[in-house]
Nanobody, 124 residues
């Protein structure tokens, strides 16, 4: 069992930056692939980024590629999402997710554990 807690969301102007954190409880954090997803009002949850157990493999949605960076610190049981050059269309609730596998996944249906979400609002 893994419990995930996101933090770091907030209100930022367009062009600004935020760093989201996802703290995981439980053992064997390094055995889990981690993902970030987001959901805007009236829209489906969408993939943002994912990272494998070692941090060497990472995938990004085209909409965030070059602006967002996913990383992890297995010693701290924490995953991160660095978000730069934020746009109003990045406004959403951001969720982290975990799946006990070494290879990162891009589909929300493949993840077993989810955090409660953190709100990111980008003003124009």
């Amino acid at each position: 069992q893994v419990q995930l807690v996101e933090s770091g969301g907030g209100l930022v102007q367009a062009g600004g930056s935020l760093r989201l954190s996802c703290a995981a409880s439980g053992r064997s954090f390094s055995s889990y692939a981690m993902g970030w997803f987001r959901q805007a009002p009236g829209k489906e949850r969408e993939f943002v980024a994912s990272i494998g157990w070692s941090g060497s493999n990472a995938y990004y949605a085209d909409s965030v590629k070059g602006r967002f960076t996913i990383s992890r610190d297995n010693a701290k049981n924490t995953a991160y999402l660095q978000m730069n050059s934020l746009k109003p269309e990045d406004t959403a609730v951001y969720y982290c997710a975990a799946k006990r596998t070494f290879i990162p996944r891009t589909s929300a249906y493949e993840y077993d554990y989810w955090g409660q979400g953190t709100q990111v609002t980008v003003s124009s």
